[in-house]
């Protein structure tokens, strides 16, 4: 494969006049790839960086600022969980560009040896989310990704060996002719345009505006009394449940830090995703204006606030492989695994969460077929919209997971576009050696 001469003008570019009253120019140009891949979050960055690096003509395409979604720009800035039983289970690209960022910014990585019991969370990795994201575009460019931020796909065409895709920015307009597609939008998106089927639950999880408060003496609060207030301005609509998660002391001891619930959040069109962030922030007004009331809270502030509300849960596609929650807690080990997942089953409703833990010893795995969408050509997808029944999506989706389905997604992709073939037809010991040579940890066979 001819790595890096990805790019083909076949306009010229237009002549430059010196001053123009007209619309910002259109750049009507014809882009190749071997992999295109929508959505720069957390899954597609990998398969990106995985995809350039086996030396893939490699594309993506990212709606937001910047990479990692919502690792990024979401603010779950505390990816978990890489490692089950004492042993580390997930590691490739992800894990270096997590522990890149902890080294880089001085911060710590918990100590693996020490089990956690039922806090799993112990064993997220805490890290700053820009740096993350600044990282991951620095792995783009030395992986010679070429990377399309503010841009998303407007029509989407099957041909007879790939697709051709019509993205739509700032003043962009292009067509990217691409071999292999992959969707990691976390919402299914592209295979939505495509027609293939997608599932949604009517009542998905609700979604969280991240943010950290502080200036108050949690020592000094009357929880009691505080708690009635609450209960009177629920009353009186001045605060919803939802904004502080049913416990003020709760809340407060977190500094609201991923504490709050915003029932129905979905980011799966621009309308529902612009609703969902104003309901988010028109919450946290909410809090600020209730908490703001107390003299305790003379010198309350806001410590960090992101910019738009994370979504838990859109659609799921139905994959060559559906994982079932069973097939998740029994461990089941598929032969067409390409990574392991671990996470409690980990279902939020609007009040709360309350994860249901794996037995010991207990590793579940990921499919091939469940990044296949059941029926399509040269087609994958990867993070949380892989094919799964909602419970074993619960533990599927967290972050390592993705990262881990990324890199599989973009090593079979590349393989694929390379042999001319669909994913399915990829043999899986081609798949499973080229992530071992990239530092992935491949389920045994
Ligand atoms: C509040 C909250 C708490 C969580 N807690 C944890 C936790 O403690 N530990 C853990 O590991 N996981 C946690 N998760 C789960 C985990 O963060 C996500 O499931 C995972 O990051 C999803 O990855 P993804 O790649 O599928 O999607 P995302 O990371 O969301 O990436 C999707 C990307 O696609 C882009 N995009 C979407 N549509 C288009 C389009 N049409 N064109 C171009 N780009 C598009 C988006 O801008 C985004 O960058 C949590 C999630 C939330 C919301």
Not at 36 to 55: D, K, N, S, V
Not at 181 to 199: E, F, H, K, W, Y
Not at 227 to 250: F, H, P, Y
Request: aromatic share 4%; with cysteine; hydrophobic share 40%.
């Amino acid at each position: 494969m001819n790595r890096r001469v990805f790019l083909t003008s076949l306009s010229s570019a237009p002549a430059l006049s010196a001053v123009s009253t007209a619309e910002p120019p259109q750049s009507d140009r014809l882009l190749i790839a071997d992999v295109l891949i929508i959505g720069g979050g957390t899954a597609g960055t990998i398969a990106a960086i995985q995809a350039g690096r086996l030396g893939a003509r490699t594309i993506l395409v990212e709606a937001n600022s910047q990479l990692g979604g919502t690792t990024t720009t979401g603010g779950v800035d505390f990816p978990g969980l890489f490692h089950a039983w004492g042993k580390q289970v997930i590691a490739g690209i992800g894990w270096e560009l997590v522990t890149s960022a902890v080294e880089l910014n001085s911060d710590r990585l918990p100590d693996f040896t020490k089990p956690t019991g039922k806090q799993h969370w112990k064993h997220q990795v805490r890290l700053c989310g820009a740096l993350y994201a600044a990282l991951a575009e620095e792995a783009c460019v030395k992986a010679g990704v070429q990377r399309r931020c503010y841009e998303f796909p407007t029509a989407v065409e099957q041909t007879a060996d790939g697709w051709k895709v019509r993205l739509a920015g700032k003043g962009t307009n292009v067509e990217v002719v691409a071999k292999q597609l992959v969707d990691c939008t976390g919402n299914a998106s592209v295979v939505g345009m495509i027609g293939l089927p997608r599932q949604r639950e009517k009542t998905t999880q609700p979604g969280t505006l991240i943010y950290r408060l502080a200036g108050y003496d949690i020592g000094m609060l009357d929880m009691n009394a505080l708690q009635a207030k609450v209960t009177a301005a629920v009353k009186a609509d001045a605060l919803k449940l939802t904004d502080i998660n049913g416990s003020i002391a709760g809340f407060l001891r977190s500094g609201g830090e991923n504490a709050m619930h915003v029932p129905g959040a979905d980011s799966s069109t621009s309308e529902t995703h612009t609703a969902t962030n104003i309901r988010g922030r028109q919450s946290l007004l909410r809090v600020l204006r209730f908490l703001k009331q107390e003299p305790e809270f003379a010198a309350l502030h806001i410590e960090r606030l992101q910019p738009e509300v994370g979504v838990r849960e859109t659609f799921r596609i139905t994959g060559e492989t559906i994982v079932t929650v069973k097939d998740y807690v029994r461990g089941r080990h598929f032969e067409d695994a390409v990574a392991y997942s671990f996470y409690p089953i980990d279902l939020h409703v609007e009040h709360g969460v309350k994860p249901e833990h794996l037995k010991e010893d207990v590793v579940p795995t990921i499919p091939l077929g469940a990044l296949i969408p059941k029926g399509s050509k040269n087609l994958m997808v990867a993070g949380r919209c892989l094919s799964s029944d909602r419970l074993a999506n619960s533990a599927l989706r967290v972050q390592a997971s993705s990262m881990a389905m990324g890199q599989a997604a973009g090593a079979t992709a590349t393989l694929a576009a390379g042999a001319a073939t669909t994913p399915l037809n990829v043999p899986l010991a081609d798949i499973r050696r080229s992530l071992a040579k990239h530092g992935a940890i491949v389920p045994k066979t």
